[in-house]
């Protein structure tokens, strides 16, 4: 990518966003169905009630006034109220977010462990066993259904075994005060090893459920990226600098095979964002992914749009990273 | 004459491919004494890239050396463990590649590369010190700042230059140069062999120049090896054999190149092609191509003893005028 | 070019890439499997041994035939938690799993090769207009996506189809405007111009004839990746509603019964990676066919 391709990504990040919470605010306002009287649906509300509330909620207004309104409220962090939490939903997600960028970036750091060394040997043994198993568990990867997957793993590990619990985030035994949401890092600050073991086994499973397919699709990725490296002259000429293997490889191979695999990393890490809505329904794991399906049985909408709202910027932020990662890995790239 | 430097014979590396094992050099033999310059010509595809990597150890599965005996200081660097092997590449013999472009990696600085090979053969000194000189020494200047430079932000010269300074970067005793120069404009193409013979008489190293340009060859070695098809077809002292070709392929590739001295002579391209290595018999590779072939050509063909220092792959070596 | 090689042979490409597809053990395998799952799907009335809501609490949990020896007779893979027999209930969900992901597929193939052609050939501001909205549709996850059009919509089987169409459709997009912008460039596409053939003429009968083996290759890899996503929102409760089986929804049934009961989760899972698998492994076979240079290089 030039710096040109770079300059151009930087202009049409505001557009995404822009469309993106078009979207959101479309999908919102023109499906089907009246939101105020699915709301109102179990209580049983007046029409005078129906009115105020469709006049608190702005729908009497027109569209592009009712959009303005929300990108403005979204803008200050202001999503409305979370009737079913009986509190902002901005106080619910924030308390909520934590746990799944907890779990998505174990996750990412799984398939990151796992891919880079495994693609990194396919690439040097070409057409070995280890090759073609990569090859297969690819395809097995993208073809496995995340949430059986962890039913797999929690009847196998969780129900025989008994290594690892069936669910949840932590036990109340093991609560520790809330500092930055991440219990790997508040169970250190509270200097609670125990619970730091005990926060590290419940999320082990839904960790690897998430990360396992991805590492095997990243292997790929680095697999090939890697192969095409190892061809390339510099690579000759390192060996013949007499430089030690371990250098050729992981120093002057590595470093130039894995410029193309950010890219991939970051798009992978926002599917895992969506896989993690998945797997956390499967765990129990309190994040936000679960309040938001929750929150489509309890007509909860304030809540479903701003969480959908939240993913898309993320993820469009990732991807936009992974752009300037690249650029930075990459040193022919100059801003 | 003494042991030299290094002494290859019957060397035989093998590529497989769909239609079969391809043999890029089939039985080279061939000697480099230290402090000389072995100038190695022939088209691409004739083997002499291949015969200099196998000499490296660095042909690549699924290729590999089959046969031959790679004499280096009087040992065999084909029973040579890799870990020695590797010990010996860069501070024994040290290879230089065309395109300083794609030798040098795109992400690490040119510091970090002369360095890294300094501290790999356990150059005594400050590996900085003498990274500065080394670039000082073939012609960069203000060295010192340009160390953490990336490739792409030298120019094309420079990095050729500085790609040299690495893999002189051990001292080593045998430079393989393949088309060092080829990618630079004449003055610093001067410069650059001027330096390298510089260090054939001062430190006796020797230099295996693989080329295309007969021209350099001229004027920088004192013998030259005629590659084909993966076999040496004629080696002796360049004048000699450019003077007298002993082999009917150094004939026609000497009139198929233009000469500065005889602007307005025509110019004979050699008929036919380079045969399929993958479909060769015994018999002589160049004889679909010959004037001179005969039956007996369809036999295995030696490299011989034609006289004056000097080998041909050709039955009628005496009648090539 | 083309010229030159339908001279060598007689065969025409689809007819050389057809060849090669049967040649490919493992994808002519994985394709059979896949029609087998379509035949039951489309029989599964008649092929069903038992009535898939026929609830019987007495049969409730029962383990499979070979598991137990006092399971209940004819219900070979045992039953749910209300009893109904599994083998029935998985050969019913095929329905529901190839019927969207077919009809998904489907829809999204016309409607994002239409809106490719569309902004490859015409460029300019409808190039604009679409090429935005794909970017827009890429920033969320696709998941997120689905998630939040079925929160508003209600779950049920129209609206997956839509929710999934309004995303899949630009995957065919991005392909087609690629292959259209190459094709623009092509001197057939430029001779049709010149003889004054009106835009849609050149798109639909000059240019769509081109692109449709990218769009079938693209169409059956996506389809794979459909499934997966209508039994995840199933499994969330977001599919096809009760009593209706589908493999997402019967996982979700029975986890509650992980414990004494690990055939009720675990076997409509195994109906979805076996079918996911092999449409992947078929469409593969099918890129290969077309293309045999993307072999090579993968």
Known sequence: MSAARLVERLIQLPLVLFGVSVVVFLMMTLTPGDPVEIMLADQRATEEQAQALRRDLGLDRPLPERYLIFVGNALTGDFGVSFFHRRPVFDVISERLPATIELTLVALLIAVAVAVPLGVAAAVKRDSWLDRALTAAALFGVSLPGFWFGILLILLFAVQLGWFPVGGRIPFDAEVPWVSGFLLVDTLLAGRPDAFLRALSHLALPAITLGLPAAALLARVIRSSMSEVLAADYVLFAEAKGLPRRRVLFLHALKNALIPAVTVLAIEAGSLLGGSMIVETVFGWPGLGRVVVEGIFARNYPLVQAAVLLYAVIYVTLNFGADLLYAALNPKVRL | MSAPLLSVRGLRTVFPTRRGPLAAADGVDFDIAAGEALGVVGESGSGKSVTFLSVLGLIRPPGRVEAGEILFGGRDLRRMPAPELRALRGRMLALAMQDALSALNPSLTIGTQIVETLRAHGIPGDPRAEAVRLLGRVGIPDAARRLGDYPHQFSGGMRQRAMIAISLAARPRLLVADEPTTALDVTIRAQVLYLLDELRVEDGLAVAMITHDLAVVAERCERVMVMYAGQVAETGPTAEVIARPRHPYTRGLMESLPRLDQPDRPLHPIPGQVPDLAAVDAGCRFRNRCALAVAACAAPVPLRDVGAERLSRCIRAEEVS | ?298
């Open chain 3, 1 to 298: 070019m083309s010229a030159s090689l339908a001279d060598a042979a007689p065969l025409s490409p689809t007819a050389l890439a057809l060849r090669r597809f049967l040649r490919n053990g493992t994808a002519l395998v994985a394709a059979a499997v896949v029609v087998l799952a379509a035949l039951l799907a489309v029989f599964a009335p008649w092929i069903a041994p038992q009535d898939p809501t026929d609830a019987d609490l007495f049969r409730r949990l029962c383990a499979p035939a070979w598991a137990a020896a006092d399971t209940a007779a004819g219900y070979w893979l045992g039953c749910d938690s209300l009893g109904r027999d599994i083998l029935s209930r998985l050969i019913h969900g095929a329905r529901v799993s190839l019927s969207v992901a077919a009809m998904v597929v489907c829809i999204a193939a016309v409607i994002g090769t239409l809106a490719g052609l569309a902004a490859g050939y015409f460029g300019g501001w409808v190039d604009a207009l679409i090429s935005r909205l794909v970017d827009t549709l890429l920033g969320f996850p696709y998941l997120v996506f689905a998630i939040g059009l079925m929160a508003m919509m209600g779950p049920g089987l129209h609206n997956i189809v839509l929710a999934l169409v309004l995303k899949e459709w630009i995957f065919t997009c991005r392909v087609v405007r690629g292959e259209t912008l190459a094709a623009r460039e092509q001197d057939y596409v430029e001779a049709a111009r010149a003889l004054g053939c009106s835009p849609g003429h050149i798109m639909l009968r000059e240019i769509l004839p081109n692109v449709l083996s990218p769009v079938l290759v693209v169409a059956t890899f996506r389809m794979a990746y459909v499934i997966i996503m209508e039994a995840s929102l199933s499994f969330l409760g977001l599919g096809v509603q009760p009593p209706t089986p589908s493999w997402g929804s019967m996982v979700s049934d029975g986890r509650e019964f992980l414990v004494d009961a690990w055939w009720v989760s675990t076997l409509p899972g195994l109906c979805i990676l076996a079918l996911v698998l092999s449409i992947n492994l078929a469409s593969q076979g099918l890129r290969d066919a077309f293309d045999p240079r993307l072999h090579q290089s993968s």
